[in-house]
């Protein structure tokens, strides 16, 4: 499989891969090869076959703001939960469920129309891609039923209990190592997310469980 690299330029990891590349405008790294995916390719095209699955180089642009839209993003997602708390007092959870997946579907049809991006509804893996679809509505369900019974930071807190959810499944499934470090920054998390839930037995809502089954499910949904 062809990489490209510059000379001289310092190297950085690419997040799901073991290999290094240059930090320069373009560079080839290994995607699933689709049309969308050859027709982005300007300089060089070459694929190869890795345990059945076909692969492509192909150049790529190194997004600088990648940081302001993660900012932007979790912005829009305090600005939705706070929305649903207040609507939840008058307005049905699955209505909010309704009206959030309308939304969010024609911001990201008009997002892909604008950029030119295919619209591809198969999958190699359709039962897994319907299982998590199911899996991450119900979480979204749940975590909009804590919204609406529970104090705002005790259920964004028990939410903070994915990354616990996610390194032991990823542990199960997926066979990663879970080096000291890692481990170490999960437990004090975990006490930090009891500290401010602060469960006790004269003070414990029953509506507790659910932002925890929503962390699960998003969880479970992100490890397939």
Not at 126 to 144: D, E, K, N, Q, S
Not at 167 to 173: D, E, V
Request: contains cysteine.
């Amino acid at each position: 499989m062809e990489e490209g690299t510059t000379v001289g330029e310092e190297p950085y990891a690419v997040f799901g891969t073991d290999k290094t590349y240059s930090n320069t405008a373009g560079y080839y790294y290994p995607i699933y090869l689709t049309n969308y995916a050859a027709t982005q390719s300007t300089i060089t095209k070459s694929s190869a076959a890795v345990n059945g699955a076909t692969f492509a180089s192909t150049t790529v642009a190194l997004d600088g703001n990648a940081g302001g839209t993660i900012i932007a993003g979790m912005t829009v997602f305090s600005v939705q939960d706070t929305l649903v708390r207040i609507l939840s007092s008058e307005v049905s959870i699955l209505q909010i469920m309704f009206l959030r997946s309308v939304v969010g579907l024609s911001i990201l049809f008009l997002y892909l129309k604008v950029r030119k991006i295919p619209i591809i509804f198969s999958s190699q893996y359709p039962i897994l891609t319907v299982i998590r679809a199911i899996l991450f509505m119900f979480a979204f369900l749940f975590y909009y039923i804590g919204l609406a019974y529970l104090p705002y930071a005790v259920t964004t807190a028990l939410f903070f209990t994915t990354p616990f959810f996610i390194t032991i499944l990823s542990k199960i499934f997926l066979k990663e190592n879970i080096g000291i470090i890692r481990l170490l920054t999960i437990i004090f998390g975990f006490i930090g997310v009891i500290i401010i839930a602060n469960p006790t037995f004269d003070s414990f809502n029953i509506f507790m469980i659910f932002p925890i089954l929503c962390a699960f499910g998003y969880s479970t949904s992100m490890i397939i």
